[in-house]
């Protein structure tokens, strides 16, 4: 059972360039999100979309891009790289309902230098 | 600030002592939910509290949900080694967001 699936899982950039953080999941959720994690800092929501062709932003959107073209795909474009963008980060797909569960990814680990 | 307020921010016990985590906000949530983080993991569920004063149990663990829907705890019986984790709350805030805290980092030694 794949559930999300997250690539890559590790990557170093250089400040100013841009890269696609992948996500896909295999369970029919509509809802999905990314988050990224920082020591001591919990998950903070970036971005999230409720269905395809809907996004919306979260806590810390700036610097971040998302699309929603399909059900099973929710890719984290960053578009020009910062050090401050160093982080985890993580998709989740949740079930339905506000007790819905968040399932994640194994996260992806990006450096910026 | 954070919307929900997680204390202590790190715990280290001995194997067979008992502990409280506690997650705090300023807010009323509809539900909240504990998950564990294991290293180089995402996080996994362990509960979802929705009424106002519920309390559930989870083997060793035991959850509450404060009567005011703004806070919540998480109780370990006799810590075991297999404890050890980053433990986090989360809930819904403007239906479709979903917030977390900013964990609690426990290691337990046996």
């Known amino acids: 059972n794949a559930g999300v699936t997250q690539t890559p899982k590790f990557q170093v950039l250089k400040t100013g360039q841009s890269m696609t953080l992948q996500c896909a999941q295999d369970?029919?959720?509509?809802?999905m999100s990314w988050y990224r994690q920082d020591p001591g800092m919990g998950l903070r929501l970036i971005h999230y979309?409720?269905?395809?062709?809907?996004?919306d932003q979260g806590e810390v959107p700036n610097g971040y891009n998302v699309s929603r073209s399909t059900t099973e795909d929710f890719p984290l474009r960053l578009l020009s790289a910062a050090p401050s963008q160093t982080s985890v980060y993580f998709c989740?797909?949740?079930?339905?309902?506000?007790?819905?569960?968040?399932?994640f990814g194994e996260g992806s680990r990006l450096t910026v230098l | 600030t954070q919307l929900l307020e997680q204390s202590p921010q790190f715990l280290s016990i001995q194997e067979g002592e008992n502990l409280t985590v506690y997650c705090n906000s300023s807010?009323?949530?509809?539900?909240l939910q504990w998950y564990r983080q294991e290293p180089g993991e995402g996080p996994v569920l362990l509960v979802t509290?929705?009424?106002?004063?519920e309390v559930k149990k989870l083997k060793r663990l035991t959850f509450q949900f404060g009567d005011a829907r703004k806070d919540s705890s998480l109780h370990i019986t006799a810590a075991q080694p297999g404890d050890t984790g980053l433990y986090l709350c989360?809930?819904?805030?403007?239906?479709?967001?979903?917030?977390f805290g900013s964990g609690t980092k426990l290691n337990v030694k046996p």
């Open positions: 807010s009323v949530f509809s539900s």
């Open positions: 369970m029919n959720h509509e809802y």
């Open positions: 509290v929705v009424t106002g004063g």
């Open positions: 989740a797909s949740r079930t339905r309902g506000l007790t819905g569960e968040l399932f």
């Open positions: 989360a809930g819904p805030y403007n239906f479709n967001k979903f917030y």
């Open positions: 979309s409720v269905g395809a062709g809907i996004t």
